[in-house]
C-alpha cells in the first residue's frame, strides 16, 4: 500500500513498510543482540519454573504426604493460570504496549514463586502455581511477539525460533539438572522451597536489566508516537539501547505518518473473530491443540508407559531425558530453517515426522533401542511444529491486534496441553502403547490438513490490515 502523493512525486510507502525498510537497512546491531539475551534470559527461567512441579513432586510427596492427584492439580492450576495469561496479556498488550506488559508478567511469575517457596500448606501452593502460571503465560506471549516486531522479515523467524531454543531446548533439558544440583546443596524435608525460592532470585536480576528494553518500533507506529519509534530505530541502527540519542528521521513526513497510520482502538480486539483472520485464528488454534496434546502427553506419561513396560522408575526417568534431547534438535533445526523455508512446508515436513514416529512407537514400543530411537525424532518434530507455530501465529495478524491473535492461539496451546494427557492416559491403561500412540500420530494428520490453508507469511513484511483484504497469498516482495 502506498499513500497519496502529488503529482510528480514517488509515491510514500507505508509506515510498516517504512519500518520494514529500515529493519533490512539496519541489519542485526548490537542493539538487536542486548534485546535478545534480555528476552530469552526470562524465558529460559520460565522454562525451569514451568518444570518446578514435576522437580519437587517426589519431595513434597514426602514431604507433606501428598498423593498423585494433588502432585498433578498443581499442574493443573499452572496450565490453566498460563492460558488466562496469555488471553488477559493478548488484551493488555495491544492496548498498552508490549514493553510493560514485559515487566509486569516477570513481576507476577516472580511474586508466585517467592509464595510458592513460603507456602505453609498445600492450599497456598496451588495459589502460588495459578500466580506462577498466569506470569508464564504472558511472558512467552510478549516474548514471541516483540522478537517478531523487532526484527526484519529476514531475521524474524530465526529470532522468535531462539525462544523455543531456549526455553523448549535448553530450559526443559537442564530443570532435572537444576533440580539435582538443589538437592545436592540443600536437605531436609523443606529442601523443595529453594527450587521455587532459586527462581526467585533471577527473576528479579532480569527485571532489573530489562528496563533497557525499549517498546517496538511497530507498535509505537502504530498507535501515533512516531516520535519514540523513530527514537528507537535510530538507536537500533546505532546498536546502543542507553544513552541520550538525537532522533534520526527514518519515516515520512509528519503530514504523511499523520494521515497514513490507523491507531488502536477500543474494541480492536474484535477483529481476530472477523474475517480474514477469524479463519487464521481457527486455523492456528487446532494446529497448535494438536501440537501440545501430543507434546504434553508425551511429557506427562512416557514415564509411567516405561515403568508398565517394566523399567524401573530411575531408568524411565533417565530414558525420558534422553528422547527429550529430540526437544533442543528440534528447536535449533526451526529458528535454522525459519529463515530458509515457508512456514507452511516446516509445519507439514514435521507433522509428518511426527505423525511416522509415533506410530513407529506404536507398533514397535516393546523393543527400547526403537522406543528411544522414535520417541527422539517425536519429540524432535514436535518443538519444530511448536517453535513454527510461534512464529506464524504474529505474521498473520495487524500490529494493533497482533498480542491478542496471538496469545488466543498460545492459550489454545497451553489448555489442549493440560487437558488431553487425561485421554492420552484414559487410552493407554485400556489399549496400552499401541492405543495411545497411535491416538498421537493421528493429531498430527490433522495438524497436517490444517496448516494448509492460513496464507503464507515467508519472507513477507509484518502483515497490516490494509493489506489483509482476503486469505489469498500476495508475492509482497521485500527489498
Known amino acids: 500500500m502506498a499513500t497519496t502523493a502529488p503529482r510528480g512525486e514517488a509515491p510514500t510507502a507505508s509506515i510498516p513498510d517504512q519500518i520494514e525498510n529500515t529493519y533490512q537497512r539496519i541489519g542485526v546491531t548490537a542493539a538487536h543482540r542486548q534485546i535478545v539475551v534480555m528476552i530469552l534470559l526470562g524465558v529460559f527461567f520460565d522454562a525451569l519454573e514451568q518444570n518446578a512441579v514435576g522437580i519437587t513432586g517426589p519431595v513434597l510427596q514426602e514431604s507433606w504426604g501428598l498423593g498423585g492427584a494433588e502432585i498433578g492439580f498443581l499442574n493443573t492450576m499452572t496450565f490453566t493460570a498460563t492460558a488466562l495469561g496469555r488471553i488477559a496479556t493478548g488484551l493488555i498488550v495491544d492496548r498498552f504496549g508490549r514493553r510493560n ?212 522408575l530411575n531408568q524411565s526417568l533417565w530414558f525420558t531425558l534422553l528422547m527429550q534431547s529430540g526437544s533442543l534438535l528440534g528447536a535449533a533445526t526451526a529458528a535454522f530453517l525459519a529463515r530458509r523455508l515457508a512456514r507452511k512446508k516446516v509445519l507439514t515436513a514435521a507433522a509428518v515426522i511426527g505423525c511416522g514416529s509415533g506410530l513407529a512407537i506404536a507398533l514397535l514400543g516393546e523393543d527400547i533401542v526403537f522406543v528411544l530411537l522414535f520417541g527422539v525424532a517425536f519429540n524432535f518434530a514436535i518443538i519444530v511444529l511448536n517453535t513454527t507455530i510461534w512464529l506464524f501465529a504474529p505474521e498473520l495478524y495487524p500490529t494493533r491486534v497482533r498480542g491478542f491473535g496471538t496469545s488466543i492461539i498460545l492459550a489454545a496451546g497451553s489448555l489442549s496441553g493440560g487437558l488431553f494427557p487425561l485421554v492420552s492416559g484414559a487410552v493407554f491403561d485400556r489399549y496400552g502403547i499401541v492405543g495411545m500412540f497411535g491416538v498421537l500420530a493421528a493429531l498430527f494428520v490433522v495438524l497436517a490438513v490444517v496448516v494448509q490453508f492460513p496464507p503464507e507469511t515467508f519472507g513477507k513484511p509484518m502483515e497490516e490490515e490494509e493489506t489483509a483484504d482476503a486469505d489469498v497469498d500476495v508475492d509482497h516482495k521485500t527489498p
Open 101 to 312: 506488559m514485559l515487566t509486569i508478567n516477570l513481576i507476577v511469575f516472580a511474586l508466585g514463586s517467592l509464595l510458592c517457596a513460603l507456602a505453609p500448606s498445600y492450599a497456598v501452593l496451588a495459589i502460588g502455581r495459578f500466580i506462577v502460571g498466569f506470569g508464564l503465560g504472558g511472558e512467552i506471549a510478549v516474548a514471541v511477539i516483540m522478537m517478531a516486531e523487532f526484527f526484519s522479515a529476514r531475521h524474524r523467524g530465526t529470532a522468535v525460533g531462539l525462544i523455543n531454543v531456549t526455553a523448549g531446548g535448553l530450559g526443559n533439558m537442564l530443570a532435572p539438572a537444576f533440580g539435582v544440583l538443589v538437592f545436592t546443596v540443600f536437605d531436609g524435608p523443606d529442601k523443595w522451597r529453594w527450587v521455587f525460592g532459586l527462581l526467585f532470585l533471577p527473576a528479579l536480576l532480569v527485571l532489573w536489566f530489562r528496563r533497557y528494553v525499549p517498546e517496538t518500533p511497530r507498535y509505537l507506529a502504530a498507535t501515533g508516537r512516531l516520535r519514540e519509534a523513530n527514537e528507537v530505530l535510530t538507536r537500533m541502527a546505532r546498536g546502543r539501547l542507553a544513552g541520550r540519542v538525537e532522533t534520526e528521521e527514518f519515516l515520512v513526513e509528519p503530514a504523511v505518518q499523520a494521515a497514513a497510520l490507523a491507531p488502536t482502538s477500543r474494541g480492536a480486539w474484535r477483529m481476530v473473530f472477523r474475517a480474514p483472520y477469524r479463519r487464521r485464528t481457527i486455523l492456528l488454534v487446532v494446529a497448535v491443540a494438536m501440537s501440545y496434546a501430543a507434546q504434553i502427553s508425551m511429557l506427562t506419561l512416557m514415564p509411567t508407559v516405561l515403568v508398565a513396560t517394566g523399567y524401573a
